[in-house]
């Protein structure tokens, strides 16, 4: 704990090559969590997000066990694990036993996989809850890749996926394909919630994609408003939380998950602030009762 705030250390660390590239990785995570987050709330998907990043874990375990690159295992699992998610779970109402499924399913093998791996222990626990010193111009390099793939293809099907998620029903009847724009956006997902393993882990990935936007639909209903805050704070809760990690030496995931908690609670806060003082003000004065002849 004497360590915590270890100011001198942590500028020292900051002079690193690995420390920046890690900066860098994670703001990269930061505006695409941010920017996809909003949306993933409004749809109601952050169970989905979980889901999806079990099986990201799962590839990325098996890729372990293989020698290859673990980012590369970890993103085609998050790629299956949202196809089977957009296919099997087209009824809204059968999604949540879908995602249920998907998740205990690949939980349950990436620890199979993990049990035949006889390398370094810290390497299996590095999937769970994120590594950054395995953060390398390879992966940097794909991760930057992946994440102008996603913002690109997100940038095209914006606004009729806006209008299927506020309106599905209208949507339809308009000619929307609603049910194509659910399953790139799941991809999407997936491909993002890939990204984050080797940052915060596969078991916290929704520390980045969930908390800051439902934080953000605290304080604004508007959608674009919603999603500038959602990049401003997971930019905040990425970068701040691998700083804070870098002197402790503990995982970059409890000080991300931290951060993203509190201005999730401030954020709660300032609503109920707001909503205080606008019944104060709306309250209708006492209508003052007839004197009695």
């Known amino acids: 704990m004497d360590k915590m705030f270890?100011?001198?250390?942590?500028?020292?660390?900051?002079?690193?090559?690995?420390?920046?590239?890690?900066?860098?990785?994670?703001?990269?995570?930061?505006?695409?969590?941010?920017?996809?987050?909003?949306?993933?709330?409004?749809?109601?998907?952050?169970?989905?997000?979980?889901?999806?990043?079990?099986?990201?874990?799962?590839?990325?375990?098996?890729?372990l066990l293989l020698g290859v690159g673990v980012e590369l295992g970890g993103l085609a699992g998050a790629v299956i694990a949202a196809l089977l998610i957009g296919i099997l779970g087209g009824r809204e109402?059968?999604?949540?036993?879908?995602?249920?499924?998907?998740?205990?399913?690949?939980?349950?093998?990436?620890?199979?996989?993990?049990?035949?791996?006889?390398?370094?222990?810290?390497?299996?626990?590095?999937?769970?809850?994120?590594?950054?010193?395995?953060?390398?111009?390879?992966?940097?390099?794909?991760?930057?890749?992946?994440?102008?793939?996603?913002?690109?293809?997100?940038?095209?099907?914006?606004?009729?996926?806006?209008?299927?998620?506020?309106?599905?029903?209208?949507?339809?009847?308009?000619?929307?394909?609603?049910?194509?724009?659910?399953l790139i956006f799941a991809v999407l997902v997936g491909i993002s919630s890939a990204l984050g393993v080797q940052i915060v882990g596969a078991l916290l990935v929704v520390s980045l994609m969930v908390t800051p936007a439902a934080a953000a639909a605290r304080v604004t209903a508007s959608p674009w408003k919603a999603t500038v805050l959602s990049i401003v704070f997971a930019e905040i809760a990425a970068l701040g939380g691998i700083i804070l990690s870098l002197a402790p030496g503990k995982p970059v995931s409890a000080f991300v998950t931290t951060i993203s908690f509190v201005i999730y609670l401030v954020c709660r806060l300032i609503a109920w602030l707001r909503g205080r003082s606008t019944r104060v003000r709306v309250e209708p004065t006492a209508t003052p009762q007839p004197a009695l002849r």
């Open 6 to 63: 270890d100011f001198a250390l942590t500028g020292e660390l900051l002079g690193l090559d690995f420390v920046r590239t890690a900066l860098l990785a994670a703001a990269v995570l930061g505006l695409v969590a941010g920017v996809l987050g909003p949306l993933v709330v409004m749809r109601r998907m952050s169970f989905a997000v979980h889901g999806t990043a079990e099986l990201a874990f799962t590839g990325a375990a098996g890729a």
């Open 93 to 182: 109402s059968e999604r949540d036993s879908v995602i249920g499924v998907i998740l205990a399913f690949g939980l349950g093998m990436g620890v199979l996989l993990l049990s035949f791996y006889e390398g370094r222990s810290a390497n299996k626990f590095g999937i769970l809850v994120g590594q950054i010193i395995t953060i390398d111009s390879t992966n940097l390099n794909l991760l930057v890749g992946a994440s102008v793939v996603v913002l690109v293809v997100l940038a095209v099907i914006y606004r009729p996926l806006l209008f299927a998620t506020v309106d599905p029903a209208v949507a339809t009847a308009r000619g929307v394909p609603v049910r194509l724009l659910s």
